[in-house]
């Protein structure tokens, strides 16, 4: 069966108008990005959970990886479907709301209410396109530290994130590590290894070779570069498993038949799987954008930004780590998360590690991982009483 698919029109009204707060920043308070130019106007769509407390001391910050959003913990606007980290986030959860106040907000660059392609340019009144100044994740903590001031926030008790969102939080506890008391970077890295770079490619390149991609104009042309977006998200997804997970989950088991068709058709289970994540990807997420957040990643290098010595990058630092990788993630290998716990150390950082045993690839840390619940339930606890929040209810 295939699923309903947003027309175009929808999506662009999503990006302008979304179904989250917006805070909308004028002329007179532009984002100064990396490319060398101010962005303004410009907004930034978030979502909250549980209540600030009268310190304003129990507010963490949630960054979201590539193709997520704000929607963290609530039922998606678009695709009805749960938050994407509801298992980590919620009452009682290991990040709970009902003892801190959750922010996630969606990336500059994104899809779902922040400024991006998809976006209107208000010079033009049409889709921003590929005329959107192209952004670093620098860039998008930037305007999370935006959103914060303008919310009243001045210091966060913890930045959490896993992948893309991972990069976010390693940014802000280099950026503003006055204003992080502690951070979860999850299954990431401080930059993007030349294999990671050569997939991103091959995705860009897929949307770029569907003719409906009109050179990124695909909204006031009327057009919808649905194939090679979801063609992308195919090729991307493979690298969020593990062959171990995909042989579990799949084998070499024919979907709905016993025998092969010998033809063009999904005959594998898993091939059958891959075309409903690409099916289901476009719904909810616009082309031009995964060009975007695919480049931001890329550019990632932080020891660049401290002449190529990772431990300038913290060094003092007043954060308090907890750096978590997984056994089966080649995307960002341990030994990626290992450099950060050594640069930490140098840096005179404190910091504690763990690598999870699991078979369930990069995608790990959004799934039921007890282990993973555990690590982080203990750290912020600990965490917690150092800042000297009230205990937890049990």
């Known amino acids: 069966m295939v699923e309903a698919v947003l027309a175009p ?30 962005l303004a106007p410009f907004q930034v769509a978030y979502q909250t959970y549980g209540t600030l407390n009268g310190d304003r001391t129990n507010a963490i910050l949630i960054c979201h990886a590539l193709t997520g959003d704000q929607h963290v913990a609530n039922v998606h606007p678009v695709t009805a479907k749960p938050g994407w980290w509801e298992t980590m986030v919620g009452p009682g959860r290991p990040i709970d709301t009902e003892r801190y106040f959750v922010i996630c907000p969606n990336v500059i660059g994104a899809c779902m209410g922040s400024s991006g392609p998809a976006s209107t340019n208000p010079k033009t009144g049409a889709p921003w396109g590929l005329d959107f100044p192209v952004i670093t994740i620098r860039d998008m903590v930037r305007a999370q530290a935006m959103l914060l001031d303008h919310l009243g ?14 990069m976010q939080v390693l940014q802000w506890t280099a950026s503003y590590p006055e204003r992080v008391f502690s951070a979860l ?28 991609w009109c050179k990124g104009r695909y909204f006031t042309e009327q057009k919808d570069p649905r194939k090679g977006l ?90 308090r780590f907890c750096v978590i990788s ?41 799934l039921d991982e007890p282990e993973l619940f555990a690590i982080v339930r203990g750290f912020l606890e600990g965490a917690a009483r150092a800042r000297g929040l009230p205990a937890q209810r049990r």
């Open 326 to 366: 997984f056994t089966s993630d080649w995307l960002f290998p341990t030994s990626e998360s290992r450099a950060i716990v050594h640069a930490l150390n140098a840096g005179g950082a404190r910091v504690s590690f763990a690598e999870i045993v699991t078979d369930k690839g990069h995608d790990a840390f959004l």
């Open 230 to 319: 979801a063609v992308a998200r195919m090729g991307a997804h493979i690298t969020y498993l593990s062959d171990a997970a995909l042989h579990r989950k799949f084998g070499r088991r024919f979907q709905d038949r016993d025998n092969p068709t010998f033809s063009f058709d999904a005959d594998f289970q898993v091939e059958s799987y891959l075309r409903h994540q690409g099916i289901s990807f476009v719904e909810r997420f616009d082309a031009n954008s995964y060009l975007y957040l695919t480049r931001a990643m890329d550019y990632f290098d932080l020891a660049g930004d401290y002449d190529g010595v990772l431990a300038n990058a913290w060094k003092g630092s007043p954060t």
């Open 185 to 212: 970077p999850i299954a990431a890295s401080t930059r993007h290894s030349a294999q990671n770079i050569a997939f991103h490619e091959v995705g860009r390149q897929a949307i770029m070779a569907d003719p409906e």
């Open 153 to 166: 926030i001045e210091s966060l008790f913890s930045v959490a994130g896993g992948s893309m969102g991972g």
């Open 9 to 38: 029109v929808d999506r662009v009204r999503e990006a302008d108008e979304p179904h989250s707060h917006v805070v909308r920043f004028g002329s007179d308070k532009p984002l100064r990005l990396d490319a060398g130019v101010d």
